[in-house]
Nanobody
Framework: QVQLVESGGGVVQAGGSLRLSCAAS???????MGWFRQAPGKEREFVSS????????LYSDSVKGRFTISRDGAKNAVILQMNSLKPEDTAVYYC??????????????????WGQGTQVTVSS
């Protein structure tokens, strides 16, 4: 069974950077990967997504211009480079894989495989 394993979370000061990685344990027929985050007491929200082909790169308005998503086909991995981090970026970050249509790429229901999550804490 395919599993997703996230890494790269941690504690950073505001203005700093972190790089999250999500690796699939094996190749999957799922054609898109997404990053979501969930802060305490809040709903899970969309951060970014990408097709394995490299197309349909999407970002939420709150991270656009600061975060960059990319994929490494050789490693079955997706990378989220997070720069200029803010305290409001603090959350558990989850990667997900699925076969979403374009209209559902920003929604959790577009993905059927999830990682365990990694904590990102940005101090002010």
């Amino acid at each position: 069974q395919v599993q997703l394993v996230e890494s790269g979370g941690g504690v950073v000061q505001a203005g700093g950077s972190l790089r999250l990685s999500c690796a699939a344990s094996e190749r999957t027929s799922r054609n898109a990967m997404g990053w979501f985050r969930q802060a305490p007491g809040k709903e899970r929200e969309f951060v970014s997504s990408i097709r394995w082909s490299g197309g349909n790169i999407l970002y939420s308005d709150s991270v656009k211009g600061r975060f960059t998503i990319s994929r490494d086909g050789a490693k079955n991995a997706v990378i989220l480079q997070m720069n200029s981090l803010k305290p409001e970026d603090t959350a558990v970050y989850y990667c997900a894989a699925g076969r979403p249509i374009l209209s559902t790429m920003r929604e959790p229901r577009g993905y059927d495989l999830w990682g365990q999550g990694t904590q990102v804490t940005v101090s002010s």
